[in-house]
T-cell receptor, first 117, second 114 residues
Framework: GAVVSQHPSWVICKSGTSVKIECRSLDFQATTMFWYRQFPKQSLMLMATSNEGSKATYEQGVEKDKFLINHASLTLSTLTVTSAHPEDSSFYIC?????????????FGDGTRLSIL | AQSVTQLGSHVSVSEGALVLLRCNYSSSVPPYLFWYVQYPNQGLQLLLKYTSAATLVKGINGFEAEFKKSETSFHLTKPSAHMSDAAEYFCAVSGANAGNMLTFGGGTRLMVKP
């Protein structure tokens, strides 16, 4: 159990396009989901924490108007990169955690590679 | 505040040799500790977790880790490396901080030589 599906797995688009990435928990409910960005050969950088039914909490330095997060249900969170530019090219990974607190592990999607031309 | 340090960004072992990936943490509250593995172009897969029960934790694929409070360590080991173990490994800590976020170490790339 604890499968997280992330879609799409790879996106290539022109500069100025907005791109939506979906993160779904397939077999459990996730009150909290997380969005990370990972640069080549680096660790994961937390962008924002997404809570079902409320506004996302963004980490310092992450533009909330640039990276729109919606967590409309207990199984779905979306990240929209608005007006994407080449510097937004990266590997984006979501995770979801079952209810129960910090002892519950986060379960990760397979990531979305975003390439902006 | 919490942080994680993984000593050695690259570790190379021969197939069949012992794997030891080091992780040290700092946390102002009792920590929950996790090891994840990442294969190329994929997300992270949970290997094992420590949640204040047994200090020696067994995970998937033959990996295990031992929580040592006195050393603030949670090193990952496997007795005999397989070629399929080649991947990036991340140690992470969470605690009773705001949002119960995971804090990741910088990662260790494990290479397995035939």
């Amino acid at each position: 159990g604890a499968v997280v599906s992330q879609h799409p797995s790879w996106v290539i688009c022109k500069s100025g396009t907005s791109v939506k990435i979906e993160c779904r928990s397939l077999d459990f409910q996730a009150t909290t989901m997380f969005w990370y960005r990972q640069f080549p050969k680096q660790s994961l950088m937390l962008m924002a924490t997404s809570n079902e039914g409320s506004k996302a909490t963004y980490e310092q330095g992450v533009e909330k108007d640039k990276f729109l997060i919606n967590h409309a249900s207990l199984t779905l969170s979306t990240l929209t990169v608005t007006s994407a530019h080449p510097e937004d090219s990266s590997f984006y990974i979501c995770s979801a955690r079952k209810t129960g607190g910090p002892n519950q592990p986060q379960h990760f999607g397979d990531g979305t590679r975003l390439s902006i031309l | 505040a919490q942080s994680v340090t993984q000593l050695g960004s690259h570790v190379s072992v021969s197939e069949g040799a012992l794997v030891l990936l080091r992780c040290n943490y700092s946390s102002s509250v009792p920590p929950y500790l996790f090891w994840y593995v990442q294969y190329p172009n994929q997300g992270l897969q949970l290997l094992l977790k420590y949640t204040s029960a047994a200090t020696l934790v067994k995970g998937i694929n033959g990996f295990e880790a031992e929580f040592k409070k006195s050393e603030t360590s949670f090193h990952l080991t496997k007795p005999s490396a397989h070629m399929s173990d080649a991947a990036e490994y991340f140690c992470a800590v969470s605690g009773a901080n705001a949002g119960n976020m995971l804090t990741f170490g910088g990662g260790t790339r494990l290479m397995v030589k035939p």
